[in-house]
């Protein structure tokens, strides 16, 4: 099968919002229900996380650009409004980070949750769900305010409910405000959101990264060195693994390369080059197919899992790669990846993909999609990704 092509790339994206459509809008407490097993059926109805909230957002707002469907369109306001409505608590000044039924349980505030937020309304004023660029204005102010480190030169991960700043650093939120910073400056052409979005991929990619690998780590200490014990037992980590991840190196190459598709800059793509062939080097499981989770120092594997999102950026960072460089090993690498996914990860029954398998490719469970771990955002993006930078 051809999986390079517009229609393709288009289908498929239908395929994963006709999973979600049908039964995504709760009606009763609002926004989505966000807890699928494979056949759809819905568990823990009640319970939301701002990621997957502000995720689905995303996805059918960049559905309703793709389709012009006014019934995408009106997905996407419904969670924007829960959104406002409950995730944001006025009296605390904060989004809550998770709820049941539409209480807070946890009011810690989130870099990593932030980043989906800034994201989010970037996509709505693209999807015209809003009128004004006033809400990404807010949202920025907010991470300056509370997890913007200027003298760190990186936004910090987490507030306590109390106020207090978690002396954790880490890359991942960081990932994720560059990757929502881009949107932002696309929405606005402000280069404020673009020139933030730079520096963070210079600072974790180049001054920050690994120098023995050169490759970007994801744990430091409170003065920046590479923390190599933290969460050292626990390679599993759902947003703090241990090890090297190879996903996060490709998801750092696919921002490369859409940062130089703004600003032409070759050393970025030479970055991306380097990240994406040495995490497929060390990751694709020759035996099984696939890439695995995470690799330690000296690339042993310290997780073999195989998760959906980290097939599906590494496919978006092929796919954009190829199109920036004109190399052909990059568009195999796409296919390769595709190939291994179309077998294993695509659920051809119900639609949409499975999460995460063993080294056999194996699941685990059937459970489809959780709060906070998936609503196939990474796979309907990477294929938006390409679609509309590459077609």
């Known amino acids: 099968m051809e999986f390079y092509s517009k229609a393709f790339l288009t289908s498929h994206c239908q395929a994963i919002l006709d999973f979600y459509e049908p039964r995504c809008e709760d009606n009763t407490l609002g926004g989505y229900f966000q807890n699928y097993y494979d056949d ?38 419904v969670g924007l409004e829960y ?33 989906f937020v800034l994201l989010c309304y970037a996509h709505c004023y693209r999807a015209k769900l809003i009128e004004s660029a006033q809400p990404i204005e807010r949202v920025w102010l907010l991470l300056e305010a509370r997890f913007w480190q200027a003298e760190e030169g990186i936004y910090a991960d987490t507030r306590y409910e109390d106020g207090r700043l978690c002396e954790y650093r880490g890359q991942n939120a960081n990932m994720h405000l560059c990757e ?53 037992h626990d390679p599993k980590n759902l947003y703090r693994p241990w090890g090297f991840q190879p996903g996060h190196q490709t998801e750092w190459a696919k921002l490369l390369v859409q940062l130089n598709r703004i600003e032409p800059a070759p050393l970025l ?8 062939n040495t995490a497929f080097e060390h990751a694709w499981d020759k035996s099984n197919g696939g890439l695995i989770y995470g690799f330690d120092t000296v690339y042993v594997p310290c997780d073999k899992d195989k998760y959906f999102w980290v097939q599906a950026e590494s496919f978006a960072a092929a ?6 460089t004109k190399k052909e090993q ?26 995460v398998l063993n080294v056999a ?29 590459v077609f």
């Open 330 to 355: 990059y568009k195999q690498r796409y296919q390769q990846i595709w190939e291994y996914s179309w077998t294993h990860f695509v659920d051809h029954t119900h639609g949409a993909w499975f999460r």
């Open 361 to 389: 490719n194996q699941k685990y469970s059937n459970k489809k999609s959780e709060a906070g771990a998936k609503c196939d955002y990474h796979t309907l993006g990477a294929c938006l990704d390409v679609l509309e930078r």
């Open 180 to 232: 929502a910073l881009i949107a932002a400056y696309e929405a606005t052409n402000e280069t404020r959101y673009l020139q933030r979005a730079n520096h963070l991929a210079r600072r974790f990619c180049f001054e920050l990264a690994d120098q023995k690998t050169g490759l970007v780590y994801e744990h430091y200490t409170p003065t920046l060195e590479l923390d190599f014990t933290y969460n050292q």
């Open 319 to 324: 796919g954009l790669l190829y199109d920036a």
């Open 40 to 77: 759809g059926q819905v568990f823990n109805p009640g319970f939301r996380q701002l990621v997957s909230s502000t995720r689905m957002v995303i996805n059918f707002c960049r559905a309703a650009r793709l389709t012009k469907s006014s019934r995408y369109l009106h997905l996407a306001k």
């Open 269 to 276: 793509v030479e970055k991306a080059e380097y990240l994406f």
């Open 83 to 115: 959104l406002e409505k409950h995730h944001w608590r006025e009296k605390e000044h904060a989004f809550a980070w998770t709820l049941d039924t539409n209480e807070p349980l946890d009011l810690t505030q989130q870099a990593y949750g932030y980043a």
